[in-house]
């Protein structure tokens, strides 16, 4: 009865301090406080065969230029309506029609694409037309201007992974327009590659800045250094061969707020259990495969996309050789001192 009485003195305590803009910690605490990451984010697969007919579709109710940018969002199932993948990131599937230029812009958000489908598009990011080769990854840096274009007779689908809801979280959001459609060009093909990608850096040239001088990691030269290396190198049990993009003038992420890698799993191999608290999306580049989180089984096959949340136990199995692409917040929770792994 007395403890009764005391739970009734509290609860008008909280609806008193509750016209002030005040709660109590003791309420909430355990929620927010948690011995361990605990994400509302689900596990999830989305297989480019299902989303694909809706994306053609949203092509003929939108044009490029109307939509901004003509993207069917990936929303977690556990965040309907946020706009995110994972708590920290955003993800969406991108068209551009022949002969549509989706009109250029810049924002502080840092954008990454992996290139589905088609081979005819390209990016202008700040003056150079970077050509989009499907399993390409291309980086547009934070306040960088970039247009995409398809000059070609087919449509062009890439996987769009930008750090919107990190940016939203921290209030720092700003846009703006270009005023024409498309940017000058200036810069000849291969510009970006040869002047740092090639083991090499301007001598006399001490410029460095958080995202990669290199905006384009071509699909062609990421399987070929996969394929080599796999001629000598054991798997890890873990992660097969499992390599991190980088910016060639500093060896750290090739994103400030987004790491990047690609990974190799032969085929029949089965990864042993692993979890980290940066939650992860994969883009399948090639092969086949599932992964199981928890007690839910993914499958994935070519350009499907799926997310494995932050601290969900998980291992891979690849039924033939698969290259799987994936991004995740854990660059942020490094310099954060926040990050955490556990292998099994
Ligand atoms: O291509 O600039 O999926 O600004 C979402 C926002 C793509 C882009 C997205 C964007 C872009």
């Given at each position: 009865?007395?403890?009764?009485?005391?739970?009734?003195?509290?609860?008008?305590?909280?609806e008193r301090i509750d016209k002030h803009e005040l709660a109590p910690l003791w309420e909430v605490f355990r929620e927010l406080i948690t011995p361990e990451p605990r994400s509302p984010c689900l596990p999830h697969v989305w297989a480019?065969?299902?989303?694909?007919?809706?994306?053609?579709?949203?092509?003929?109710?939108?044009?490029?230029k109307e939509a901004e940018r003509r993207v069917l969002v990936l929303e977690n199932p556990g965040m309907r309506g946020a706009s995110c993948v994972t708590r920290s990131l955003y993800a969406g599937i991108q068209l551009v029609l022949p002969g549509e230029v989706a009109p250029c812009h810049r924002h502080n958000q840092s954008a990454l694409r992996v290139v589905l489908e088609g081979?005819?598009?390209?990016?202008?990011?700040?003056?150079?037309?970077?050509?989009?080769?499907?399993?390409?990854?291309?980086?547009t840096p934070s306040w960088a201007w970039h247009e995409h274009a398809n000059p070609s007779a087919e449509p062009v689908t890439w996987l769009d992974g930008l750090d919107v809801p990190l940016?939203?979280?921290?209030?720092?959001?700003?846009?703006?327009?270009?005023?024409?459609?498309?940017?000058?060009?200036?810069?000849?093909?291969?510009?970006?590659?040869?002047?740092?990608?090639?083991?090499?850096?301007?001598?006399?040239?001490?410029?460095?800045?958080?995202?990669?001088?290199?905006?384009?990691?071509?699909?062609?030269?990421?399987?070929?250094?996969?394929?080599?290396?796999?001629?000598?190198d054991a798997l890890d049990r873990h992660h097969g061969l499992k390599m991190e993009f980088v910016n060639p003038l500093t060896g750290a992420a090739a994103m400030p707020t987004i790491s990047t890698f690609i990974q190799l799993l032969p085929g029949g191999f089965q990864s042993r259990p692993y979890r980290s608290s940066d939650g992860t999306v994969y883009s399948v580049?090639?092969?086949?495969?599932?992964?199981?989180?928890?007690?839910?089984?993914?499958?994935w096959g070519p350009r499907d996309t799926f997310v494995v949340p932050?601290?969900?136990?998980?291992?891979?199995?690849?039924?033939?050789?698969?290259?799987?692409?994936?991004?995740?917040?854990?660059?942020?929770?490094?310099?954060?001192?926040?990050?955490?792994?556990e292998k099994e």
């Open positions: 009865m007395a403890q009764q009485a005391r739970l009734m003195d509290r609860q008008a305590f909280y480019y065969d299902a989303v694909r007919p809706f994306l053609m579709e949203s092509g003929e109710l939108i044009s490029a081979r005819g598009g390209y990016t202008g990011v700040e003056g150079e037309h970077i050509p989009m080769q499907p399993g390409d990854f291309i980086i940016v939203q979280l921290l209030d720092a959001s700003f846009f703006e327009a270009h005023a024409a459609e498309s940017q000058p060009r200036r810069f000849p093909h291969g510009y970006g590659l040869a002047r740092h990608g090639a083991n090499m850096k301007p001598a006399d040239d001490d410029h460095t800045a958080a995202a990669s001088p290199v905006n384009h990691y071509p699909y062609a030269r990421s399987r070929e250094a996969l394929h080599t290396m796999r001629k000598h580049i090639e092969g086949h495969g599932e992964t199981r989180v928890g007690d839910k089984t993914l499958p932050s601290w969900a136990r998980h291992s891979h199995h690849a039924d033939e050789e698969s290259v799987l692409f994936s991004f995740s917040d854990r660059t942020v929770q490094q310099k954060l001192d926040l990050w955490h792994e």
